[in-house]
T-cell receptor, first 117, second 113 residues
């Protein structure tokens, strides 16, 4: 149980175009999902917290208009990178908050490799 | 915001050697602590977690970690590593009054056969 999927697993796009990444909780409902960015050989940096039915909460320094997050249902959150540039190339990981026994955990997706040319 | 420090960037060891990875955090309040592993090409997986109770926590694959509150530390240990333990290991901290995880920079562990 507690599986999180991401689609696509990798994507190449041209500079100036937009890319949408989906994050799904497959066997549980998640009112809260998180989007992270991971640079090579570095840690995960939280970009935003996605709450079902409400606006996402962005971390300091993350451009809201560039990284659009939508959490339209309890099992799906999307991240759209708008007007992508080469510096947006990165590994984007989502997680979904779900119950594990009596406590909550974050379950991570496999990540999406974005390359902007 | 809390910060998380992992002391070792890259650890190389032979099979059957013992492993200990350091993790310290800076937040003075109550926290939950986690160790995650990321095998090459795979997603993050939870190794173990500490919420309360016994500060010595046992996780999957023979890993354990000890929470020492006075030292703000949560070090990960494994008595005898295998080649398959080659991976990236991340320590993470969550304040109990928040949802967000703060990750350390990660430690790359390479186990030589």
């Amino acid at each position: 149980g507690a599986v999180v999927s991401q689609h696509p697993s990798w994507v190449i796009c041209k500079s100036g175009t937009s890319v949408k990444i989906e994050c799904r909780s497959l066997d549980f409902q998640a009112t809260t999902m998180f989007w992270y960015r991971q640079f090579p050989k570095q840690s995960l940096m939280l970009m935003a917290t996605s709450n079902e039915g409400s606006k996402a909460t962005y971390e300091q320094g993350v451009e809201k208009d560039k990284f659009l997050i939508n959490h339209a249902s309890l099992t799906l959150s999307t991240l759209t990178v708008t007007s992508a540039h080469p510096e947006d190339s990165s590994f984007y990981i989502c997680s979904a908050r779900g119950l594990a026994g009596a406590t909550y955990e974050q379950y991570f997706g496999p990540g999406t490799r974005l390359t902007v040319t | 915001a809390q910060s998380v420090s992992q002391h070792n960037h890259h650890v190389i060891l032979s099979e059957a050697a013992s492993l200990e990875l350091g993790c310290n955090y800076s937040y003075g309040g109550t926290v939950n602590l986690f160790w995650y592993v990321q095998y090459p090409g795979q997603h993050l997986q939870l190794l173990l977690k500490y919420f309360s109770g016994d500060p010595l926590v046992k996780g999957i694959k023979g890993f354990e970690a000890e929470f020492i509150k006075s030292k703000f530390s949560f070090n990960l240990r494994k008595p005898s590593v295998q080649w398959s333990d080659t991976a990236e290991y991340f320590c993470a901290v969550k304040r109990t009054d928040d949802y967000k995880l703060s990750f350390g920079a990660g430690t790359t562990v390479t186990v030589r056969a």
